[in-house]
């Protein structure tokens, strides 16, 4: 029978190997960081999860279980820290049969952990497998954070995050919009939604206003793309907050789920693509984003490297997400041998919100490498 621990308590691990599975009423992500004594990683390579699925001696087996073969720990790693989140929207207060399992190398049960006590929690610091005296040992620690993965591995070392030079001014909800008024027409020659959707090319705008209606209150950006090479490529959407002074207030993408106090949120990460339809969403309230945002910029990443010129199609689309109407499609043609493409961009007008088609190529993994050069199109 496996050893039943309680929150900070531990035990030996018998053998080469531990095998450690998270499950739940809730499907879990689970993932590690190899930290050594001064309680960081020594790189993002330390960090194994579902997008870079092996480190140092550490294997993710998707979603929730990691392997750790001991032998191929580098001796300056002291504990691996093992993690887990919530695959979706919620927290753990919604989680049923949360419960850590440590197996040997021949799936016995060595220990056996249930977290207490956690509620507004989206991730979790479930177990700790450390060394002690030339011996592996694993402690239970069940320490939930607020802030989700992001939040943990940045406490770990992780460069989740730019950092700026001063937090952006705390969100407060806008007031209530005025009674509906009608749009300012266009102005001449301007493309607008009047005669229904618009296919865009590279470098026009499109006015966001449709003559006679109400304006838009809830748009959804979807991207797809689809691998030429027969296999699957993993793409990374991501939106940036722009202020008036091209400052990045913020950035909503698959480590940071939500923006502009939740009026910008994405989907979550989709690891393959080519679906046929949207790969990834990033949900818009236009009524919620903060006045000192004026713009958002979209961009797509290649996180594990492999370039645009592989892939076959890709593509961004807005809809109106009230209705599902499908109003402005860009179709990226002419791929490079690039990891980043600025997609589109939002952005005020005075007569409302606009989409403009980009479609510019860049390097870099993640959306941190997009910052600077999405300035540009601002």
Partial sequence: MPVELTKGANTALPGPVAVVTASASTPLDIAALLVTATGKVRSDDDFVFFNQPAGPGVHLQP???LRIDFAAVPADIEKVVITATIDGPGTFAMV????ATVSDAGGTPVAHFVPPGLGSETALVIVEIYRRQGAWKVRAVGQGYATGLAGIATDFGISVEDPAPQAPPAYQQPPAPPAYQQPPAPAPGKINLDKGKVNLQKGQSVSLVKTGAPPLTRVRMGLGWAAGTGRSIDLDASAILYDARAKDVDKVWFMSQKGAGGAVRHSGDDLVGG???D???????LTGIPPNVVALVFTVNSFSGQKFSDLSAAWCRLLDDVTGEELVRFDLSGSKAHTGVVMCTLRRAADGWEMTAIGEFHDGRTVRAMVKPAKAYL
Avoid at 279 to 285: H, K, P
């Fill in 63 to 65: 979603p929730s279980t």
């Fill in 96 to 99: 049923q049969g949360l419960a």
């Fill in 275 to 277: 679906g046929g339809g």
């Fill in 279 to 285: 790969d990834e969403q990033i949900f818009v309230d």
